[in-house]
Structures are given as C-alpha cells and as structure tokens.
C-alpha cells in the first residue's frame, strides 16, 4: 500500500510543481472578468447562470451554509448543487473525488492538515489569485480574519516549513481549540474540583470510573485507529509535554516519537484511558465522545471546545446547561505550568479544487459564506461559534450569545492565545497520525509491547520509513 501511495504521489509532485506548489499563478492561467458593473460596482451577479458543485462534511458550520443558500442563489443567480455527509465517510469520498481530476466538486470542506496533502498532489486552487482581484468584494475584508487562523491555511509545499508562508489554500469557517469540558453536576455530586493539571485530571477521570453504574466513565477521549484520535486532546498534551512528532535532520525529517517526553506522556496517556475513559474507547470519534457527555454517560471531555458547546445549548442534550469549560491540563510532573499550556489547533476550512471550470462562480460562492456578514450571523445565530473573524470575535452581541456556557469564552480567549498547529507540515500526515492512533490502540487493548517505550521506538521506524523520501530544503 504504500509503494502505491509514493508512486501515486510522485506522480502527482510533478504535476504539482507546475500547478499546485509553484508560483502561486492560477492553474488555467489568467482570472476572466473582473466582477465589476459598468458603474465600477462590485457586480454579484457577473456569473449569473452558473452551476457549482459543493461537498461539506456534517457540521453545525455546513449547516448554516445550508440554510443560506437560497439567499445566496437569489444574489447571485448562481445555482448551487450541495451535499454533505458523515465525517467518518466525508474524506475517503472526498479523495476519490479529487484524485480523479474530473472537476466534479468545485468547492469543498478541508483542514489545514488535509491541504497539505491535496496542495501538494496540485489538487488545490491558490487564492491569492482571487482575493487580489476585482473579482473580490470590497467588503470582504481579507484583513479582518484572525492571523494564525488564516495563516494555518497558507503553506509553502516544503516538507517541514512552518504554515503562514506560501500559497492561500483555504478559507477558514471556523476554527476549535481542544480543552477540557466538565460536568458541573457530576463532579459536585462526587466530591471533585474541576482538574486544572494533567495528574487532577488522571485522579479525577480514575476516580469517576463506573460513577453512575457500568459504562459510565470519567473522561471521553478518541479512540479510533485514524488520525482524529491524535490531533485534538492527545497532540494538546504531547505538545504541552514538550515533545515534537518529527525535527528536521540533515535535510531530513526525522520522527520522534519515541524522545523522553514522548514517552513519558504516552505513558500518562495509556493509563488515562485504560482506567478513566470509556470501556470502547478504541470505537469512539468525536461524535461519540458529545453524545456521552450529553447524555450524562461522561463526565468530562477533552475535545474541541464545540463539541462541548453544541451539548449545552437549551434542549441538545439531557444535560444541557450544566456543562462547564476549563482549559489545557498541563503535567506538573513534568515542570509545566499554566503558562505552557498548548491547543492544537483544527481548522474546518472551504478550498476550491483546481480542477474546477466554474472557478469564478466557486470564488463567489467562498466569498459569500466567509464574508463577516454571513459569519455574525452564523456566530450569533447557529451557534458557530469559534469565529474566524476579529470583528465577529469582539462584536458584544457575539460575546452576548456565548454567555450561557460558563467559561467558554474565558478558556477560548485564554487558550487561542498560544494555540497553533503543533504538526509538522508534511505530504504523509495521514498515513503518518494512522500509524500512530494505532500503536496507540495497541497499547491500551492488547498485550502486543512489553512496555510504551517498545512501541513508540517501533513507530518512530515507521514514520521514519514513512517520510523517507521527502526532502528538506
């Protein structure tokens, strides 16, 4: 499989050099029109007629694209043909998709993680080539969106650079940093203090084990054998443990996720979920860590600070309204303070496939649904609410909507401060984070290594083999 995987993407690492991580210039050359009426006016009707193609994954953030798409065909005149689905089966269709080159999907949703693959095989359209034109609203206020969310969408293709230079990829929708939801009942009702530190939080999750009888469980992590299951609570500790998934080497990168502080977290991490999480915790993605929350079964969670948000408003869950929000554990153990704490960071972004013929019609449609219009709206209204916009994030009645989720936007505010994308850009960040959810699975359900340091020497080897044909300039 991965022979096939390197063929396939070498292949495409050609093309991409002319059309994907090249200069920067639109893959079908020029942009035509100039989105201008004859009076000089921004014209949202220059592509009236068109028909798009657009693919989300399910999530609160499509659902209010959805709800407004009538309005933005009548704007426009440009028809939209819209579907979503699951998460679990968003990507591996989205893939088929792109992979084919046909140009069947004309916008769809990614993440920053994502665009570094699809980017690279020149599956992405460079946006610069469209925000720099009359083709873009005055309104639209590129400036206005928060700078480490748009700059986690922009990359340079070069194995191991930093995101925020190169090429605009994607356009954020919204954005989640992963810290820690509680249930202020539960933890009353047993005699426990919202965790603050990473040996709090083992006490507490050990300690609310079977608190409300069998499979009732103190903390709801992911557990699936995909790369979801590393990114959000598990890469916040690594990172705030001070460990790094690769360092580039020699012009290499090199893993290291089997260093002293790598190990030592893992370590923390096996024990957590063995004696604190869910009995089927190698079955769960997000979906089924809110459900539990929602329903009482959890009594915390450690995910993006939405997934907690969406079970607490008025009427999701039985136990909307007494859900509460603290923010990154962080090991004392390991001489970390509340200064260190560190949100990996999730991006839920739109990009345009380069393969598009509608580009300039797809351009309108971004445009519109990432226009600080639609984003109040959606912030205040359908409960987006990680905006990506400065002006949405200090509107008062922003702040307003917000206020029934006791610490949420103290903890966000708090955390976004130091929150950043902690992986290091790479083609194989797929192949790479499964690999490594399934060692952990390994260690938490069977008998497979002798200890924790066995198995993430034996990972290192595989990402190490993994990534072995990149290059760092």
């Known amino acids: 499989m991965r022979k096939i995987t390197s063929l396939a993407l070498a292949a495409m690492m050609v093309t991409a050099a002319f059309v994907g991580c090249g200069d920067g210039s639109s893959n079908t050359g020029a942009v035509s029109g100039d989105g201008q009426t004859a009076s000089g006016e921004f014209d949202w009707k220059a592509f009236e007629g ?60 990614t993440g920053a993680y994502q665009s570094w693959e699809y980017a690279t095989a020149g599956n992405l359209e460079p946006l610069e080539n469209y925000i720099d034109t009359g083709l873009t609203s005055p309104d639209w206020n590129y400036s206005d969106f928060i700078p480490a969310v748009i700059d986690a969408l922009k990359w340079d293709c070069v194995p191991g650079h930093a995101v925020g230079s190169g090429s605009q990829w994607a356009l954020p929708m919204g954005w989640e940093v992963n810290i820690l939801t509680y249930n ?31 499979g009732s469980y103190g903390l709801a992590v992911r557990g699936l054998p995909d790369w979801g299951t590393i990114h959000p609570a598990y890469m916040s500790m690594y990172s705030t443990w001070g ?33 604190g999480s ?53 090991p004392e153990s390991a001489g970390k303070t509340e200064a260190d704490m560190k949100s990996n960071l999730w991006v839920w972004s739109m990009a345009m496939n380069a393969d598009s013929s ?11 649904f990432t226009s600080p219009e639609f984003m109040k709206w ?34 966000f505010s708090t955390v976004s401060q130091s929150a950043s994308i902690f ?38 080897v595989t990402m190490d083999e993994l990534v072995s044909d990149l290059e760092v300039e």
């Open 50 to 109: 068109e028909e798009i193609t657009v693919l989300f994954s399910e999530h609160t953030y499509a659902d209010a694209v959805e709800e407004k798409l009538d309005e933005f065909t009548e704007k426009t005149g440009i028809k939209v043909n819209y579907s979503s689905m699951p998460e679990g089966n968003y990507f591996e269709k989205l893939n088929v998709e792109l992979s084919s080159h046909s140009g069947s999907i004309d916008v769809f949703m």
């Open 184 to 214: 202020k009942r539960i933890l009353e009702e047993n005699g426990i203090e919202a965790p603050k530190t990473a040996e709090e939080l083992l006490a507490a999750s050990k300690a609310l084990n079977e608190f409300d009888g069998s």
């Open 243 to 275: 460990a790094k998934d690769f360092e580039i080497q020699d012009g290499k990168l090199v893993s290291m996720v089997n260093s002293p502080e790598a190990v030592a977290m893992t370590e923390y991490w096996v024990d957590l979920v063995k004696n």
């Open 278 to 330: 869910a009995p089927q915790w190698a079955t769960y993605g997000w979906e089924m860590c809110g459900a539990d929350l929602g329903a009482g079964k959890a009594a915390m969670m450690w995910d993006a600070d939405r997934g907690g948000y969406t079970q607490n408003t008025p009427g999701a869950s039985n136990e909307a309204g007494n859900l509460a929000f603290g923010m990154v554990p962080y």
């Open 358 to 368: 509608k580009k300039e019609a797809a351009w309108y449609f971004m445009q519109y």
């Open 378 to 411: 959606s912030g205040i209204e359908k409960a987006c609410t990680d905006t990506p916009r400065m002006s949405v994030l200090n509107d008062p009645a922003y702040k307003e909507s917000l206020a029934g989720a006791e610490g949420y936007y103290e903890a």
């Open 423 to 460: 992986f290091t850009p790479q083609p194989y960040f797929t192949e790479t984070t499964t690999e490594w959810a399934k060692t952990l699975q390994d260690l938490v359900t069977t008998n497979k290594y002798s200890s924790v340091q066995e198995a993430m020497d034996e990972l290192k």
